[in-house]
Nanobody, 122 residues
Framework: QVQLVESGGGLVQAGGSLRLSCAAS????????MGWFRQAPGKERELLAA????????YYTNSMKGRFTISRDNAKNTVYLQMNNLEPEDTAVYYC???????????????WGQGTQVTVSS
């Protein structure tokens, strides 16, 4: 089993930045595909970004390109999401996820964190 714990969420003003972290335990996730999702109230959970095990390949939903950056530190068993120029529309619960396989832009993941709240004020 893989346990995922997100951190780094909070309240930020529009135009600000946050860096989310997702620490994995239970297994080494260096060979896992990792992804970040978010879910706003009343909306479906959406995939934001994903990264391959070696960090060499990344995927971003079009609307996230240029503002969000996914990265990973396999030595720390941790994946990150750097979010810049945040907008009120980015307010949501942010989740990380891990899967031992699958294609990069797949929304299917075996393991999920509990989420961290991000609130962007105008």
């Amino acid at each position: 089993q893989v346990q995922l714990v997100e951190s780094g969420g909070g309240l930020v003003q529009a135009g600000g930045s946050l860096r989310l972290s997702c620490a994995a335990s239970g297994r080494t996730v260096g060979n896992y595909r990792m992804g970040w999702f978010r879910q706003a109230p009343g909306k479906e959970r959406e995939l934001l970004a994903a990264i391959r095990c070696n960090g060499g390949s990344t995927y971003y939903t079009n609307s996230m390109k240029g503002r969000f950056t996914i990265s990973r530190d396999n030595a720390k068993n941790t994946v990150y999401l750097q979010m810049n120029n945040l907008e009120p529309e980015d307010t949501a619960v942010y989740y990380c996820a891990a899967d031992p396989g699958g294609i990069l832009y797949s929304r299917n993941y075996n393991y999920w964190g509990q989420g961290t709240q991000v609130t962007v004020s105008s």
